[in-house]
Nanobody
């Protein structure tokens, strides 16, 4: 069982940066792939990026590639999403999630946080 709590969301202007954190409970954190997803109003939840259990592999959605960076600290059982050059279309609720598989689809993720709101104004 893994419990996830996101933090760091807020209201920023286009071009600003923001760092989200996702703190996990449970001793098995280091065995999970960690993903970030987001959901804008009226839209489906979409994949943002993921990081492998060891941290050695990362995958990003094309829409955030080059602007967002995922990292993790297994000793602190925390995963981060550094978001730079934010755009209004990045607005949404951001969720972290844990999976035992290296997959992009949200339905393969077993544990989810409650989400944190990110709003980017133009």
């Amino acid at each position: 069982q893994v419990q996830l709590v996101e933090s760091g969301g807020g209201l920023v202007q286009a071009g600003d940066s923001l760092r989200l954190s996702c703190a996990a409970s449970g001793r098995t954190f280091s065995s999970y792939v960690m993903g970030w997803f987001r959901q804008a109003p009226g839209k489906e939840r979409e994949f943002v990026g993921l990081i492998s259990a060891s941290g050695g592999s990362r995958t990003y959605a094309d829409s955030v590639k080059g602007r967002f960076t995922i990292s993790r600290d297994n000793a602190k059982t925390t995963v981060y999403l550094q978001m730079n050059s934010l755009k209004p279309e990045d607005t949404g609720v951001y969720y972290c999630a844990a999976s035992s598989r290296l997959v992009l689809r949200p339905d393969f993720y077993d544990y989810w946080g409650q989400g944190t709101q990110v709003t980017v104004s133009s």
